[in-house]
């Protein structure tokens, strides 16, 4: 059974579940249900690694090289932080500021540059006449982001929770404060009647001829040799994983297993520029006949049976959609099927880069990859 910390601090407790660790608030407020502790910190480690070298075709590994040298950067999400490391140390002349609800992975060292913080509003309680629930202080709260000189302070809307995170809207910056935003793998803690809003707040949270870049799995796994009977475990994994999200009394605690299919139409909701998306097949173990792309499947194969595990024991255990032994004996046959060369299974990794105003259209229709100009 789950057991707390005796840490004070909401936002820093864990509560322990099948042996892995989570953010307690996240639980209780469904929020994010995938664990915070060192087994997914080597787990988001090792994808931030394996993502650079399956995009080796950007220059810095990090963005394409038509969003140029943005300046002011926002990373949505951080995680354990090493996107927003790998970009501040890359160009210590761009401030990149994390966002995230959890502050359980975030690295203890930070460049200069950088300022990864939870979204935590400061709130003063002071006596007035006799009522000592009564907040004073800034109308909107001030909470302190940055340490490089060149940064402001960002404003945030306190919540009911005393606490802002991704499926509320995003005040907690000036519009138009950022070149680039980076949102990846944010599906399983996002509600999914917030996605339109999530793009609008995105955009207004860019400058004009900002960027956002958005990437996401879609846990569909195919065989490329057409050989779906050999993924049946693999197909109830992704299933049940979708079911899982889906299902809750709460608004926010319902999400949603695949977004792919959509993001491109809330961005453009959004006034985003309709830009194609980039597609990549990314195989699941080494069956591949060149180098580049064994090497892929062979990182990909490791991650992704961490990945099975993360991201449904809670939703789909706690949820009854499975026991415990049951849930792990998917697991271990999903696992197994992820590494079978002869059926050569995938899955797709979509990456969409959108800008804010048309002056780009042009500069996009010359990339390979980028269709359609607005």
């Known amino acids: 059974m789950a057991t707390g910390s005796s840490n004070e601090d909401q936002f820093d407790r864990k509560i322990t579940y099948c042996d892995r660790d989570f953010q307690d608030y996240s639980l209780r407020h469904e929020i994010y249900l995938a664990p915070v502790d060192l087994e997914e910190e080597t787990r988001l480690r090792d994808q931030h690694e394996m993502l650079k070298w399956i995009y080796r075709d950007w220059h810095n590994l990090l963005h394409p090289d038509f969003i140029g040298e943005p300046e002011s950067v926002l990373d949505c999400a951080f995680g354990t932080g090493n996107w927003a490391y790998d970009l501040a140390e890359y160009d210590p002349d761009c401030s990149v500021t994390g966002v995230d609800i959890s502050p359980l992975m975030a690295p203890p060292d930070q460049l200069e540059n950088m300022d990864l913080q939870v979204l935590r509003p400061i709130i003063i309680y002071i006596r007035c006449g006799g009522d000592l629930t009564a907040p004073v202080g800034p109308p909107q709260g001030l909470v302190l982001f940055r340490r490089f000189p ?4 960002l404003k945030i809307q306190p919540t009911e929770d005393g606490i802002a995170n991704l499926n509320d809207r995003l005040d907690f910056a000036e519009s138009e404060s950022f070149d680039l935003i980076h949102s990846r793998f944010v599906a399983d803690g996002i509600a999914s009647s917030r996605w339109p809003n999530y793009f609008r707040d995105i955009y207004r949270l860019l400058k004009r001829n900002g960027w956002v870049q958005v990437t996401e799995w879609d846990f569909t796994f195919r065989s490329a040799t057409g050989n779906s ?3 049946q475990a693999l197909r109830v994994w992704s299933q049940l994983h979708a079911q899982s999200l ?3 009394s709460r608004p926010q605690g319902r ?6 299919e959509d993001c491109e139409a809330w961005m453009r909701m959004a006034g985003f520029v309709d830009v194609s998306a980039d597609v990549r097949d990314i195989p699941t173990c080494p069956w591949p006949t060149d180098s580049h792309g064994r090497s892929i499947g062979q990182a990909n194969l490791s991650n992704m049976k961490e990945t099975l595990h993360a991201l449904a024991l809670y939703p789909v255990t706690h949820r009854q959609f499975r026991t415990i032994d049951e849930f792990n004996e998917l697991v271990d046959a999903a696992s197994s099927e992820l590494g079978n060369i002869q059926a050569k299974p995938y899955l797709r990794l979509y990456f969409l880069p959108y800008t804010k ?3 780009h259209a042009d500069f996009v229709g010359r990339h390979t990859f980028f269709g359609r100009k607005p």
Request: proline residues 0%; hydrophobic residues 35%.
């Open 357 to 359: 105003v048309s002056e």
């Open 229 to 231: 009977d050999a993924l």
């Open 150 to 153: 060149q940064a402001s302070l």
């Open 255 to 260: 999400k949603r297993g695949r977004v792919t």
């Open 246 to 248: 889906g299902a809750s």
